[in-house]
């Protein structure tokens, strides 16, 4: 599938899901104007708001984040936007100087240290190898938990959506890696194809209505926390 595809399907999934993982609410403190614009729950509204909004945030690159492995992709542009030799060269170089700013202190410790280790891995594995399988889901999981917990759950959530999206396509994923059974849903769908436009009108469609159920209703979100 394309980037924006799987980021607009990531998206859905973390405002779908987030609401039901019992996240940690940002404390913030609500201008009085504003609650008398919004009345009662004022308060409530805006950390759900604001607790999607970031959940939408990092699902969204999470869902980006196993495409590292293709050259070509979306989210490989966004890292390595100056190919001087090749652009895995360029990744491999990124992953150097994320390493290197790891060390001096510039970024923070494990933070750029995961990243540099993903892109130095993404860099020099086959597309749809280790990235799009349980045991690469699993250890971005385990790495970014080692961090912040919260923001693990909403990332992973991203990601495991980019590999049920690539499931849908007619190459399927290696999803048991290193075991090389070939997962597929068989949909008929192809990258590029037609329905791509819609999907990604449809995930982003479904998205906006998870952010205005969270800013003006209480409504929907219990609704969805039965289904699941
Ligand atoms: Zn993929």
């Known amino acids: 599938m394309l980037g924006k595809t799987h980021g607009?399907?990531?998206?859905?999934?973390?405002a779908l899901l987030l609401p039901c993982l019992q996240l940690p609410r940002p404390q913030l403190n609500v201008p009085s104007w504003l609650n008398q614009i919004m009345g009662q729950a004022t308060q409530t509204r805006v950390e759900d708001v604001c607790m999607i909004i970031i959940g939408i945030g990092l699902s969204t690159i999470g869902s980006l984040m196993p495409d590292l492995d293709e050259p070509n992709s979306t989210i490989s542009r966004e890292v390595a936007p100056i190919p001087l030799l090749s652009r895995r060269i360029s990744m491999l170089a990124m992953a150097g100087c994320l390493w290197l700013s790891s060390i001096v202190g510039w970024l923070p410790f494990q933070l750029s240290l995961i990243l540099s280790?993903?892109?130095?891995?993404?860099?020099?594995?086959?597309?749809?190898?280790?990235?799009?399988?349980?045991?690469?889901?699993?250890?971005?999981?385990?790495?970014?938990?080692?961090?912040d917990p919260s923001?693990?759950?909403a990332f992973t959530v991203g990601y495991a959506s980019h590999l049920?999206?690539?499931m849908l396509t007619n190459h399927g994923v290696v999803l048991f890696w290193p075991f090389p059974v070939?997962?597929?849903i068989p949909t008929g769908l192809r990258t590029g194809s037609v329905l791509e436009p819609i999907i990604q009108l449809g995930a982003t469609g479904i998205t906006a209505l998870m952010i205005l159920s969270a800013a003006f209703g209480h409504n929907v979100l219990p609704i969805v926390q039965r289904w699941l």
Do not use: E, P, Q, Y
Request: charge should be positive.
């Open 8 to 14: 607009a399907i990531g998206g859905m999934t973390g």
């Open 117 to 147: 280790l993903w892109l130095g891995i993404a860099a020099i594995v086959k597309h749809r190898g280790i990235t799009h399988s349980l045991l690469g889901t699993g250890l971005v999981f385990i790495a970014i938990r080692a961090m």
């Open 151 to 153: 923001l693990a759950i």
């Open 164 to 166: 049920l999206a690539d």
């Open 182 to 184: 070939r997962v597929r």
